[in-house]
């Protein structure tokens, strides 16, 4: 059976973009993969985190990922930072790496002009994402559009790697959701759905209850035309509901527009509500069951103890390949 991993970072409160761009498929593929999916509490630490609440974020994750439908009898699931040999990886692999390809990382780019005093993990974390995959020989990344180039900067590294050492490293590939890959603001449609947007006017959170989920469904910023049609250069208010309506109903895009042909705005908006809290219900009822139960730690000892084992064995053969330690007979 092939690998796969992909981990989120606790840094926000997951939203339904998160749901549907990265939880959602996971959901799909542990049925089909050898899966494993980590809480990234290293990757969130690039920025500083206080560290009661980003515990307390890292444990509703978890929760949450039950609570969505993630099985441990089907995927590993842990925390990156309990396994030191992600940070062991990721050294080596550092010196494996150029500056000018971190240089063109879009996310750094973007980040380095709104903020001057950026810690070096942010900028170098490309090189732990790529050490996340590779240390399970995971050849396949399941990521949202936004992600991508890190797999590529993953590619790349790999490449580099088994060319001066030999094959030691598996090539990963991305996988990234026909639909909904990239959920928009509901306030800003031309901007990503964040976990970390103040009052989260524009973002539907996986916690947020009934009413608020209808109110903000209900405001958000469509245009004048009242035609239920996908086209995300002149519409993409509307367009980005039709996107959620489509991903959380298994329907095409087509058939969306089919559906809702002769509908009006208010009438869509409130169908799009009914789905949405349809969807969101059983999760957060399974996750108030869980988020205070011995689940969650029974659940991360049994993956933790798992990946280290994996992680160890992959490490010591990296090490050995670039030359690292004693020469043993």
């Given at each position: 059976?092939?690998?796969?991993?992909?981990?989120?970072?606790?840094?926000?409160?997951?939203?339904?973009?998160?749901?549907?761009?990265?939880?959602?498929?996971?959901?799909?593929?542990q049925?089909?993969?050898?899966?494993?999916?980590?809480?990234?509490?290293?990757?969130?630490?690039?920025?500083?985190?206080?560290?009661?609440?980003l515990?307390?974020?890292?444990?509703?994750?978890?929760?949450?990922?039950?609570?969505?439908?993630?099985?441990?009898?089907?995927?590993?699931?842990?925390?990156?930072?309990?396994?030191?040999?992600?940070?062991?990886?990721?050294?080596?692999?550092?010196?494996?790496?150029?500056l000018?390809?971190?240089?063109?990382?879009?996310?750094?780019?973007?980040?380095?002009?709104?903020?001057?005093?950026?810690s070096?993990?942010?900028?170098?974390?490309?090189?732990?994402?790529?050490?996340?995959?590779?240390?399970?020989?995971?050849?396949?990344?399941?990521?949202?559009?936004?992600?991508?180039?890190?797999?590529?900067?993953?590619?790349?590294?790999?490449?580099?790697?088994?060319?001066?050492?030999?094959?030691?490293?598996?090539?990963?590939?991305?996988?990234?959701?026909?639909?909904?890959?990239?959920?928009?603001?509901?306030?800003?449609?031309?901007?990503?759905?964040?976990?970390?947007?103040?009052e989260?006017?524009?973002?539907?959170?996986?916690?947020?209850?009934?009413?608020?989920?209808?109110k903000?469904?209900?405001?958000?910023?469509?245009?004048?035309?009242?035609?239920?049609?996908?086209?995300?250069?002149?519409?993409?208010?509307?367009?980005?509901?039709?996107?959620?309506?489509?991903?959380?109903?298994?329907?095409?895009?087509?058939?969306?527009?089919?559906?809702?042909?002769?509908?009006?705005?208010?009438?869509?908006?409130?169908?799009?509500?009914?789905?949405?809290?349809?969807?969101?219900?059983?999760?957060?009822?399974?996750?108030?069951?869980?988020?205070?139960?011995?689940?969650?730690?029974?659940?991360?000892?049994?993956?933790?103890?798992?990946v280290?084992?994996?992680?160890?064995?992959?490490?010591?053969?990296?090490?050995?390949?670039?030359?690292?330690?004693?020469?043993?007979?």
């Open positions: 059976m092939k690998k796969l991993v992909s981990g989120i970072k606790p840094t926000g409160e997951l939203t339904l973009g998160s749901y549907i761009g990265a939880v959602k498929q996971y959901i799909e593929l049925k089909e993969y050898d899966s494993y999916f980590f809480v990234a509490d290293l990757h969130a630490i690039t920025k500083y985190q206080d560290p009661k609440e515990r307390e974020k890292t444990k509703k994750i978890v929760a949450l990922y039950l609570a969505c439908g993630l099985d441990p009898k089907q995927a590993t699931i842990y925390l990156q930072s309990e396994n030191p040999y992600h940070s062991h990886l990721s050294w080596i692999l550092s010196c494996n790496t150029y000018g390809e971190l240089n063109r990382m879009t996310q750094y780019k973007d980040q380095k002009i709104k903020d001057s005093n950026l070096v993990g942010f900028y170098t974390y490309p090189v732990l994402m790529a050490a996340d995959i590779v240390i399970y020989d995971a050849e396949y990344v399941p990521v949202g559009e936004d992600q991508v180039q890190h797999v590529e900067l993953a590619r790349d590294i790999v490449q580099r790697f088994n060319k001066r050492y030999g094959n030691k490293l598996i090539m990963p590939e991305s996988i990234v959701p026909k639909i909904g890959a990239r959920i928009k603001d509901l306030q800003e449609p031309t901007k990503k759905m964040s976990k970390s947007d103040g989260c006017k524009g973002s539907i959170l996986l916690l947020d209850d009934e009413k608020i989920v209808r903000k469904v209900m405001s958000a910023i469509t245009d004048s035309d009242n035609l239920v049609k996908y086209d995300v250069k002149n519409k993409p208010g509307i367009s980005n509901l039709i996107t959620i309506y489509s991903s959380l109903s298994n329907l095409s895009i087509k058939e969306v527009e089919t559906e809702f042909i002769d509908k009006n705005y208010g009438e869509f908006k409130t169908a799009v509500a009914d789905k949405i809290v349809e969807v969101l219900k059983p999760i957060q009822d399974k996750y108030y069951e869980y988020i205070n139960s011995d689940m969650i730690d029974e659940v991360l000892d049994q993956g933790i103890k798992k280290t084992v994996i992680a160890q064995k992959k490490c010591e053969l990296i090490a050995k390949a670039v030359g690292l330690g004693r020469q043993k007979c």
